[in-house]
Structures are given as structure tokens and as C-alpha cells.
């Protein structure tokens, strides 16, 4: 051992106890060859392992371990963990007082490794009655900025954003749907390292910061949702952005139709994207070469491989803040972006209370009031008359699409039960009566709330999803929810 790990082990061992002690990490240590240092708030076993040679592993290879118990080390997590496959390196986070900060993450050989142990230690049981979450880790360079002027360029982006951080590489922008002349009012800024974006958003994120007289809004971008290449292999659908909101599907299809004759079997527009379908992969692929970059009515198109999606586990990782090691089979392309939010490729989420992550720009549709001057005409309307954008949340959705299939409307029944702490928890069951003779007689989440409203909320939304992969709905289903504005934009498979 050398001087370095001893002083490691020095280090916590006056606030170890029991099995958790000096001797267990060094006898960890004897046993794997591994070497362990602590540095700025986290201790590295491993990185690289013992005779390893050539460069670390690709990105996809680290999981996140959240939820540790803050008197738990590597001598009891390591061995854990080694089940799904080679460390290449453990990092604890640490506190100053030598205990865990309750989080970890743990870089394998190979992304299979990785997934392997998201689906098996997802939820494990460490100690009696305290579980971990394992999801994916990822390293992410990407900042979203808003309210950003829109008839600022690609180019004066990001020479503005050059000048006022480091490391910027590359600036995403996206043309307004309705006047490609303009920008959406926000882009993606692209940083060289995760430390660049990092200190990039921490000058910005105080909320003071102006370009061209203009407060900006930053958080990270969501990272894009990452397919296996076995999966996309399989992958015959196009994703189509750009499109001018005038086009039309007939418009869409003849042109993709040009190259080969009879090869599309559908599309589905909406906006100004469009999903693709062709009867052979062959000619998606062939496609894909051809249209990309062409013009469709003026507007120059960029044409993509759509990106398949676990619904049911996506649902459960926006729920969770990580990824279920449930798996299933029915997948559904999710739009790429639309619209006001921080995500390029981001997947159907919930609402903004319920995930824990509000859109820093403005909804498309506003929510605010207006004075009632006395004289104002008023006009009784029923509110299925209404546009669907118009409902903020996923109740109002749920009675919506009801209405217009002609189903009665859905029957909500209360249940609760009370937590190790004392906390009445609520869940709402959801019948349809239309269907409740189907496949499904009713729909209940998996998970408990605190408050009637998140979980009447939490409910619809579970229903709504599971309606979708049923195939039930077959149109996109936009929600503007506390200043977030999210699209669920489905395509079957």
C-alpha cells in the first residue's frame, strides 16, 4: 500500500464503525489490486484498474447509484456492484466528515456492463429497508439557453457566447415554425468538457446575466436519449424537421416517394416535423442519403433515423429520476424537439411539479390574466371546443380525448395507505368505461403521493401513456404545465 491510500483509510476511519473500518477497505484493496485515492470530494477506487491498458472506457459505460446509505463504503458496495461486470473505476462522494454523501457512480468495461447492472441493481435492496437507484450516468457538455433574441443568427450566438464563456465548440439553433427567417428564442450551446459546461452555467445561472440587453435563462440541456444500435437497426421510420407549417402530408409523402416509387407507407405530421414510414428499412436508409438538406416548399429540411423509445420505461425514468429495470417490448417514436424546451431528443415527461424540473423559457401559450372590463361581450363555450394546448394538465387531457373518442368520462377511485413515517399516501385508480371490457379494466401508477392533486395528476398521466402504447391515441397531445411546455408526439411502431 502506498503512503496515499493509507491516508485514505486514515482518513475515515474515525468515523467508521462495526464492519465499516480501516481494515475492510485495505483488505478490499489487497484482495482486487485496485488503488484507491480521495480527492476533491470523492474517493477513486480504481480508474484504471489493474493492468488495464489503452484509453478508458466510451461514453454509456458509468451508472449513477443514488440513495446509499451515508455509512456505507466500497468494501460492501464494491462487491455489489461487480456482479454486472469489470470495475474500470468506483467514485464515492464523500463528506468532510468521512461520511458518504449518499451518491456514487460506477464506470464499467463495456456499456452492456452498465446496463446489466442498471437492470439488476435498479431498486436493490443494500441493507434491510433501503434501496438504490441505478440509471445511467451521462456526461453532459450541452447548456440550454433562453430567451435568447430571435432574430439573432447561429453564428452571432455563438460568437457572443465565445466571448462571455470557455470551451464552447458548437451552437445548435432551431428555425421558428412559423417564420424560419427567426430563431425559437433559445439554443443549445455545446461545451469541449463537462467541467466547461459546468462553469459556463455557474457564471450564467445567477439570473443577471444579459446578452443584447436581454436576461438570459440557462440550465443544462437534457441529454439526448441514447438507442441501442441493435434497436436501431430495425429502425424504417424517417424524422423529418423543419418542415414549413403549411405543408402537408400528401406534399411530404410524394416527395419522399420521388426516389423510389410506392417505397413510403405513411406519414404523420405534425407542425413542422413528420415521421416517415417506409415498408423496407433499405429505403429509409437510401432516403435518409437523398433528402436530407433538401428543400420541401422553401424550407430546407433535415431528415434523421427517428429514435425508438421505451415508453413504459421512459415514463418511469421522468418519474423517478432514473431508469427502471422493467423492460418491454412496445416502442414509440418520441418527437426530437418542438417547440420551447431544453431537450434535443427529449421523450414524453411529466408534469413540471411531478419531475422536479422546470422549462426556463416561456410556454406558447400564455398563462396569465386579463382585466374583465365592465361591457365585455361574453360568449358560452363548451370546453371541448377547445384546442388541446389549451389544457395545462394531464386530467384536463384525459377528458379531452374521452370526449372526442365518445367514451364516457373516466371514473376516478381514491385508495391510501400510511408510510413508515406516519405520511398518508394517495393513489388514484382510473376506469374507462369504454374500454374497462378490453385488455385493461383500469389504470393505477406504481407509485404513492402526498397531495390529491399530484396523485389525481399522476394518475392521468399514467392512463394517458398507457392509452397511447395501447394504441389507443394516435395523435401528438401538446400540455403547457407550469410554464413547461411538453409534447407527446407518438408514432406505433
Not at 463504503?73 to 464523500?94: C, H, N, S, T, W
Not at 466528515?97 to 452492456?112: D, I, L, W
Request: hydrophobic fraction near 35%.
Amino acid at each position: 500500500m502506498n503512503e496515499e491510500n493509507l491516508d485514505v483509510t486514515n482518513g475515515c476511519s474515525k468515523v467508521r464503525t462495526g464492519t465499516q473500518n480501516e481494515a475492510a477497505l485495505l483488505a478490499l484493496m489487497e484482495k482486487t489490486g485496485y488503488n484507491m485515492v480521495q480527492e476533491n470530494g470523492q474517493r477513486k477506487f480504481g480508474g484504471p484498474p489493474p493492468g488495464w491498458e489503452g484509453p478508458p472506457p466510451p461514453r454509456g459505460c458509468e451508472v449513477f447509484v443514488g440513495k446509499i446509505p451515508r455509512d456505507m463504503y466500497e468494501d460492501e458496495l464494491v462487491p455489489v456492484f461487480e456482479r454486472a461486470g469489470k470495475i474500470y473505476e468506483f467514485r464515492l462522494m464523500m463528506e468532510f466528515s468521512g461520511e458518504n454523501r449518499g451518491y456514487a457512480f460506477v464506470m464499467y468495461t463495456t456499456k452492456e456492463e452498465a446496463q446489466l447492472a442498471i437492470r439488476i441493481l435498479n431498486n436493490y435492496e443494500i441493507r434491510p429497508g433501503k434501496f438504490i437507484g441505478v440509471c445511467v450516468s451521462l456526461d453532459n457538455c450541452r447548456l440550454f439557453i433562453g430567451a435568447i433574441p430571435k432574430e439573432k443568427k447561429k453564428e452571432e450566438i455563438l460568437d457572443e457566447m465565445k466571448k462571455v464563456t470557455e470551451g464552447v465548440v458548437d451552437v445548435i439553433v432551431y428555425p421558428s415554425a412559423t417564420d424560419k427567417t427567426k430563431n425559437r428564442g433559445f439554443a443549445f450551446v455545446e461545451y469541449e468538457s463537462h467541467r466547461a459546461a459546468a462553469m459556463a452555467r455557474r457564471k450564467l445561472i445567477p439570473g443577471t446575466f444579459q446578452l443584447w440587453g436581454h436576461t438570459i435563462q440557462v440550465d443544462w440541456a437534457d441529454p439526448e436519449k441514447e438507442v441501442d444500435e441493435e434497436t436501431m437497426q430495425r429502425v424504417k421510420v424517417l424524422y423529418v424537421r423543419n418542415l414549413m407549417i403549411s405543408t402537408t402530408e400528401e406534399t411530404i409523402k410524394a416527395e419522399f416517394n420521388k426516389f423510389k416509387p410506392g417505397a413510403v407507407e405513411r406519414v404523420k405530421k405534425l407542425r413542422d416535423y413528420a415521421f416517415v414510414h417506409f415498408f423496407n428499412r433499405e429505403d429509409a436508409v437510401a432516403a435518409m442519403s437523398v433528402m436530407n438538406g433538401k428543400c420541401i416548399d422553401g424550407a430546407s429540411i433535415e431528415v434523421t433515423l427517428a429514435k425508438p423509445v421505451n415508453k413504459e420505461s421512459t415514463w418511469r425514468q421522468h418519474l423517478n429520476g432514473q431508469i427502471s429495470p422493467n423492460s418491454e417490448n412496445l416502442l414509440v417514436f418520441a418527437n426530437k424537439e418542438e417547440g420551447h424546451q431544453k431537450t434535443l431528443g427529449k421523450p414524453p415527461s411529466l408534469p413540471a411539479r411531478l419531475n422536479g424540473q422546470h422549462s426556463p423559457s416561456p410556454p406558447e401559450i400564455e398563462r396569465c390574466t386579463y382585466p374583465l372590463f365592465p361591457g365585455t361581450k361574453l360568449t358560452p363555450i363548451s370546453m371541448y371546443s377547445l384546442k388541446s394546448n389549451h389544457f395545462n394538465s394531464a386530467v384536463m387531457h384525459l377528458d379531452y380525448y374521452c370526449n372526442k373518442n365518445n367514451w364516457a368520462p373516466p371514473e376516478y377511485y381514491l385508495y391510501s395507505t400510511t408510510s413508515q413515517d406516519g405520511k398518508v399516501l394517495l393513489v388514484y385508480k382510473i376506469v374507462i368505461p369504454a374500454i374497462a371490457n378490453g385488455s385493461q379494466s383500469y389504470f393505477m401508477p406504481d407509485k404513492l403521493c402526498t397531495t390529491l392533486e399530484d396523485a389525481k395528476e399522476l394518475a392521468a398521466q399514467f392512463t394517458l401513456l398507457h392509452l397511447v402504447s395501447s394504441c389507443f391515441l394516435r395523435e401528438g397531445l401538446t400540455r403547457s404545465s407550469h410554464g413547461q411546455k411538453t409534447t407527446i408526439s407518438v408514432e406505433a411502431q
